[in-house]
């Protein structure tokens, strides 16, 4: 498709690889740190931070921390563990379940012990189905307007405390060490919400977090990151069976294409003729990028001169 939009998602390989490189290197000297640490969950965004990492740093001054927890996927920790030790990395495990047990994270939701996972991811297509026929709007969006219904306040509590037990951790083990934390979020993420604030999107260097998600595998395939981690649909890996593109509501492919146009000012009836997306999705993207502003921000603050801040 050769449109203003597809030129927009284009991306070089060796130019971007080496930009990002150079990135890291010179903020990791700037703030006087001895590299970075990051979570890797196994997935394509971590394994693309973690390649430039070491990339720019060498594999010693690059330290991961594979933090699974009950509802895991098996291939998670095994793919995370297959990267870090492909790659010479010093890194350690830590199993979070005990941890989020004793929060009460599991208590939240209905208790799945001794239930095959087949059935887990059933139950778990079955109960948003429902729920979003009781609020007459997707999940998503309902979680970004923040309604308060019992179940979708529960299920927040329950899926946030887990990235956000996980980046304590990664503080203790990067400052133990004075090593900058690397987020690992991408720009589709960012911009539609999709991320945990003071969670999985906290960092000190974010790397990838100006890539769309497309872009992000093209970089990946680039670099090489093994294809069984670039083939893997992408998770959140936090609720059984529930995938990226489920979560959302949309494929990646058409929400990089959305989400390109509308940051350069195009306007709806544009993406459509370019995309040949309808106008419905574009709308539910603008929509949820407006209701994802407040994750985006600093703490919303009274100031001396005006209230209420503007977001």
């Known amino acids: ?24 290197k010179t ?3 700037m703030y006087n740190f001895n590299g970075v640490a990051l979570g890797l969950s196994g997935g394509i965004d971590s394994a693309l931070t973690l390649r430039l990492s070491v990339e720019a740093l060498g594999k010693e001054n690059v330290f991961g921390l594979i933090m699974p927890e009950r509802d895991s996927e098996i291939s998670s920790k095994t793919d995370a563990v297959a990267q ?9 495990i830590i199993p979070i379940t005990g941890i989020l047990r004793k929060l009460g994270t599991y208590t939240l939701v209905p208790r799945t012990f001794l239930i095959p996972r087949s059935y887990q991811k059933k139950y778990v297509r079955i109960a948003r189905q429902k729920i979003e026929q009781e609020i007459g709007e997707k999940i998503y969006l309902a979680n970004l307007e923040n309604v308060d219904h019992d179940y979708l306040s529960r299920s927040r509590a329950f899926y946030r405390s887990k990235h956000r037990v996980r980046m304590v951790l990664t503080y203790m083990h990067a400052e133990r ?29 974010a790397p990838i977090a100006h890539l769309y ?4 595998f093209e970089l990946a395939k680039y670099i090489r990151v093994p294809e069984q981690i670039i083939e893997k649909d992408p998770s959140p890996d936090l609720i059984p069976g529930l995938t990226d593109e489920e979560a959302i509501g949309l494929s990646y492919l058409e929400l990089d ?16 003729r370019q995309t040949g997306i309808d106008m419905e999705k574009i709308k539910y993207v603008n929509e949820i990028k407006q209701k994802s502003e407040i994750l985006r921000s600093c703490p919303i603050m009274l100031t001396a001169d005006r209230w209420p801040l503007s977001l």
């Open 1 to 24: 498709m050769n449109t203003e939009i597809a030129k927009l998602l284009d991306i070089d390989g060796r130019l971007e690889c080496d930009r990002i490189i150079d990135f890291i």
């Open 27 to 29: 903020t990791v000297s």
């Open 84 to 92: 870090a030790a492909a790659l010479d990395i010093p890194y350690k």
């Open 177 to 205: 060490r004075n090593l900058m934390v690397a987020a690992t979020s991408n720009k589709s993420e960012v911009l539609t919400g999709f991320f945990v604030k003071y969670g999985d999107a906290a960092g000190d260097i």
């Open 213 to 216: 998600k497309t872009q992000v």
């Open 257 to 272: 294409r959305i989400l390109a146009g509308i940051e350069n000012g195009m306007n709806d009836e544009e993406i459509s």
